[in-house]
């Protein structure tokens, strides 16, 4: 009887001094963005964020004045597969160089912007409040930079693959308020009353937009 009670504990034990170990071994690290050249996304460099399907799929992303016709500016998709658009920086939220999936960071146009400075905004995207007429959050611009918490919630996006090789969807399911009550949806497209397709959360039974990211210097006509 002693015997047999003393091989269990010594499995109880081992077993416990074990659960350290399995559960570091199944914590991991997101995989880093790569860029459409297979290499990873940086936070130092500026891209564009295209359509991932080439032709009717559309261009890239840039900005339009807002459904009011002034501000702010609304964040669209160009009609032109040769558009790539404006230029972006991707900032993750613990400021670390490499930019990875499934990660929240800030998305920020670089270069002056038409309109910008009478909006007197930061080209930083972000989740506007919801449009009733349309029944749609659009994604405009005049987010704060950085600062993640409850005060920031509707700034921060993630990139997380799609079905398509090499191709990314853009979500907004913030993770920097854990406490926070918030939205969680895939980016899609909109076409709004002037024919404009503007970005959007999309419903689960809606596409989202699956997107490349290229590097900037590889230069391509943008509006």
Request: charged share 20%; net charge neutral.
């Amino acid at each position: 009887m002693k015997t047999l009670l003393a091989t269990i504990l010594s499995f109880l034990i081992l077993a416990l001094a074990s659960c350290p170990l399995l559960v570091l071994g199944t914590s991991s690290v997101p995989e880093p963005l790569l860029d459409v050249n297979g290499n990873k996304v940086e936070s130092t460099l500026q891209y564009h964020i295209v359509s991932a399907i080439w032709g009717a799929g559309g261009g890239g992303v840039s900005l339009h004045g807002g459904r009011n016709g002034y501000c702010p500016l609304d964040v669209i998709q160009l009609p032109s597969a040769i558009q790539w658009g404006k230029k972006l920086i991707l900032s993750p939220y613990d400021n670390s160089t490499i930019v990875r999936e499934s990660t929240d960071l800030n998305l920020r146009f670089v270069g002056l912007l038409s309109g910008s400075k009478q909006c007197n905004e930061l080209p930083l995207w972000k989740v506007d409040n919801y449009d009733a007429s349309s029944g749609r959050w659009f994604i405009t611009t005049g987010g704060l930079d950085g600062h993640p918490g409850a005060e920031t919630l509707l700034n921060w996006f993630k990139l997380e693959k799609t079905n398509l090789p090499g191709a990314y969807k853009i979500v907004h399911c913030p993770s920097v308020c854990e406490s926070c009550v918030k939205l969680c949806s895939s980016v899609g497209r909109f076409s709004f009353e002037d024919g404009v397709r503007r970005l959007v959360l999309v419903r689960d039974d809606e596409p989202a937009f699956p997107v490349v990211l290229i590097p900037a210097r590889e230069r391509s006509t943008s509006v």
